[in-house]
């Protein structure tokens, strides 16, 4: 199959008539119109076999998470999806395997569609297996969640849950084992992570700053301390309360899970104490839970405190995705 086939097969669909799309895939450039007063958001995400997935990894989930992943960055800077672009690698054997990539466009339309994120461009090439989605978003001038907006005595909160895609990572390596019905339940969030799209819009103007958890928590709210200049103390059993296990494990590596598991998709945003009303109002209105796990403060570096205010002396690097494996 070459390459224009391919891509008419299993990747072109009409252009919507309507909305930011003025020109969808099939001319040298897609043309998007944002809407007046908005600036344009974009974000790039690669994912290499054998290094974010892995070789036998189902192709809808895959195609899900690709956009996913992405999808979770327009959402840490409050911005609403207009597109996407995609540039696939594709070894021969999978080129070849027509079942497979209809599988893996059914993930990425279904998620496309639910975000109203059409594919309006992209590019085929042989080579090892690489999925490069790029996402094109807008959110009006001035009101993005930025990294850099933290202020000392901003609370600082989490979306949804912690952990549980380290914890099906590491049951899908061997590290430990769960208990069936929580590893499918673990196995759905590394797998088909939830972009808090609805959450990052009902956060503009309320948040301070935003960061999605692709890597870990420690690791994520530390870009926000960096571009900031600001230190955090967090509250260690808070945020590993966001995980709920279902499985005898330790506790240390429970809350090594929630404090440094990448692959959660969750949004850390800061915003200042007197909007704490409008920041449960927010996830309310997003059908997103949201926690408080700790306070910004003056300074830098980050304090990890224990259930009696002390400080851990544990420290959590954050996790490289398969680096170890
Ligand atoms: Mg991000």
């Known amino acids: 199959m070459g390459e224009f086939e391919l ?4 990747f072109k669909r009409r252009t919507p008539a309507s909305g930011a799309v003025a020109l969808g895939i099939g001319d040298d450039c897609a043309l998007l119109r944002p809407a007046p007063g908005m600036q344009i958001a974009i974000s790039t995400d690669m994912l290499v076999e054998g290094r974010h997935f892995l070789p036998d990894v189902d192709p809808e989930h895959l195609g899900h998470k690709a956009l996913a992943v992405n999808l979770s960055d327009l959402a840490a800077m409050g911005a609403e999806p207009l597109g996407c672009t995609l540039a696939l690698a594709l070894p021969p054997e999978r080129a070849r395997d027509a079942g497979w990539l209809t599988a893996l466009a059914r993930g990425l339309f279904a998620l496309a569609d639910a975000h109203a994120c059409p594919l309006i461009g992209g590019d085929t090439t042989a080579g090892p297996l690489n999925l490069c989605l790029t996402v094109f978003g807008q959110v009006p001038a001035g009101q993005a969640l930025r990294r850099d907006g933290a202020q000392a005595g901003d609370h600082i909160w989490v979306s949804g849950t912690l952990g549980h895609a380290r914890l099906a990572l590491g049951a899908l390596r061997g590290e430990w084992t769960l208990p069936p019905a929580v590893l499918a339940a673990a196995r759905q969030r590394l797998e088909r992570p939830t972009p ?17 958890v692709s890597d870990g928590l420690l690791g994520d709210l530390g870009h926000i301390l960096k571009a900031s200049g600001t230190g955090a103390s967090i509250d260690a059993a808070a945020a590993s309360r966001l995980l709920a296990a279902g499985a005898a494990l330790d506790a240390e590596t429970l809350r090594t899970a929630a404090l440094a598991g990448g692959d959660d998709y969750e ?3 800061t915003a200042p104490p007197a909007a704490r009303a409008a920041v449960l109002r927010a ?20 304090r990890l405190l224990g259930a009696d205010g002390q400080p851990l002396r544990q420290t959590y690097a954050s996790f490289d995705h398969f680096a170890r494996s």
């Open 196 to 212: 808090r799209l609805a959450l990052g819009r009902a956060l503009r103007g309320i948040a301070h700053s935003a960061i999605d």
């Open 283 to 302: 996830g309310h209105a997003s059908a997103t839970p949201v926690s408080r796990i700790g306070t910004i403060t003056a300074g830098t570096g980050l």
């Open 7 to 10: 891509i008419d097969r299993f």
């Open 267 to 269: 949004l850390v945003f």
